[in-house]
């Protein structure tokens, strides 16, 4: 095989085949995230606390993502990370349906089991997620990373709709023997779909260079390479922007539903129509920004910044917004404002994650998947964080403004606030005195490979 043909940009096929990671990858997540969550709540009898504990110890254990980057990094392939971390997660989740299952009869016992099966979907997550990643960042072509990002997100989506609507009915009548069966399921069918879509793809698209050809001074050890790549000042800034970004991003994951029944008067099912509505947007703005980052920007380095900070500052007046609504009251069209903030959140995020494709082959050689791994590390300490304090900010409000209405504008405003940080962080990213060369464009009449 030619050097040519193992370098070539992966086409449009091999894209669609890494989202099916990613939809898999989603598919035994919304399981762990949320099915789990109502059984420990509603059929258990449990605290809240409770799932919400274990869902942020499986984030906490993300923060290992850089290492199992630079594990592949240092290996020269990042097929086997993605395939042992997916086996890694199914293990692990139908372990926690196993703990969930021990908890009605040994809460203690059943606590402890589940603390190990929801450190092992944190190791699973991380794994394959970051190699993932790392994966795509390396060999999608740079006029094609805002797609790419755009189908990978879209795809975990899909995976999250299709397990909830099959995995509901094959749940029903509900039993803690079906939920172990179900998980193991759908488990199942998620390694076996990752295996199948990385099949042979990576010698076609070979991640890095075979360990045996690093050179020394790429062979080092783990805390030497993440040091050197923590000292990259573009690697830094986009931890910094991510961590701000993400954290605004999901504080407002766990209020806008009361929000919706507390202010609105939203009854559980109207609060939930409203939160397709949200996902609604967000899918219409993911897909507009990858057209619009593969036709129109692809010939500028700084395209994808722009657009994040575009993004940024559309949920910070999305937000805003919000917080007006909350005290206009229920003359405020609450549809049209969460539908906005979704095509902003959606923009935002493939614009961001467009970003960190790009970012990741900037610096240091053979660091794409510790730089990957470092950012996926600083999402999910964010995201471990941002919903808990956005329903704790809320309690706090309501402490000193016995008005819920100016409890929820005060926290829609920060949120949006910290979204409007999170654009100036964007600017600094990726200012380089290259920012206004042209990205490599394909001369007329020739195509990227569709596979």
Request: with cysteine; hydrophobic share 55%.
């Amino acid at each position: 095989m030619s050097a040519d043909a193992i370098h070539k940009p992966l086409g449009w096929f091999g894209v669609f085949r890494l989202g099916l990671v990613q939809a898999a990858l989603g598919a035994i997540v919304i399981l762990m995230t949320s099915t789990l969550n109502r059984v420990m709540v509603v059929e258990l009898a449990l605290p809240a606390m409770l799932p919400g504990a274990l869902v942020g110890w499986h984030y906490a254990v993300q923060m290992s993502r850089p290492r199992w980057g630079y594990g592949a990094d240092m290996g020269g392939a990042r097929t086997p990370w993605i395939v042992g971390g997916m086996m890694v997660l199914g293990v692990g989740a139908v372990l926690a349906a196993l703990s969930t299952a021990l908890m009605a009869g040994a809460v203690v016992s059943g606590v402890i089991a589940a603390l190990v099966s929801f450190f092992l979907i944190g190791v699973g997550v991380g794994a394959a997620g970051t190699n993932l990643l790392a994966l795509l960042a390396m060999r999608v072509a740079p006029a094609r990373k805002a797609a790419a990002a755009a189908i990978v997100w879209i795809m975990m989506i899909f995976g999250f709709v299709l397990t909830a609507g099959v995995a509901g009915q094959m749940l029903e009548p509900f039993s803690l023997t079906r939920l172990i069966m179900v998980t193991g399921i759908v488990s199942s069918v998620a390694v076996v779909a990752t295996c199948l879509a990385v099949w042979r793809i990576e010698p076609r698209v070979a991640a890095s260079p075979p360990a045996a050809k690093l050179t020394p001074q790429q062979k080092v050890p783990f805390r030497q390479a993440f040091g050197e790549i923590w000292n990259e000042r573009q690697a830094r800034r986009f931890t910094i922007f991510v961590f701000v970004s993400m954290l605004a991003y999901s504080a407002q994951d766990l209020i806008l539903e009361p929000f919706a029944g507390l202010i609105y008067g939203y009854s559980p099912g109207d609060s939930t129509k409203l939160a397709g509505i949200q996902n609604g947007g967000v899918l219409i703005g993911m897909i507009v920004t990858a057209i619009v980052g593969t036709t129109i920007g692809k010939s500028r380095a700084g395209f994808m910044r722009l657009w994040t900070m575009g993004g940024c500052i559309a949920s910070a007046t999305a937000l805003g917004a919000l917080a007006l609504g909350a005290l206009v009251g229920t003359s405020w069209p609450l549809k049209l404002n969460v539908f906005a903030l979704g095509v902003s959140n959606g923009a935002f995020a493939v614009a961001a994650i467009g970003s960190m494709m790009t970012l990741a082959s900037v610096g240091r050689k053979s660091r794409e998947g510790t730089r990957m791994g470092l950012w996926g590390a600083a999402q999910a300490i964010s995201f471990g964080l941002g919903g808990f304090l956005g329903a704790a900010a809320i309690d706090v409000a309501r402490t000193f403004f016995m008005d819920v209405s100016s409890a929820f504008a005060i926290v829609f405003a920060f949120e949006g606030g910290a979204f409007l940080a999170a654009a100036c962080l964007a600017a600094r990213v990726g200012r380089t005195d290259a920012d206004n060369l042209k990205l490599p464009v394909m001369p007329a009449g020739e195509h990227l490979p569709a596979e």
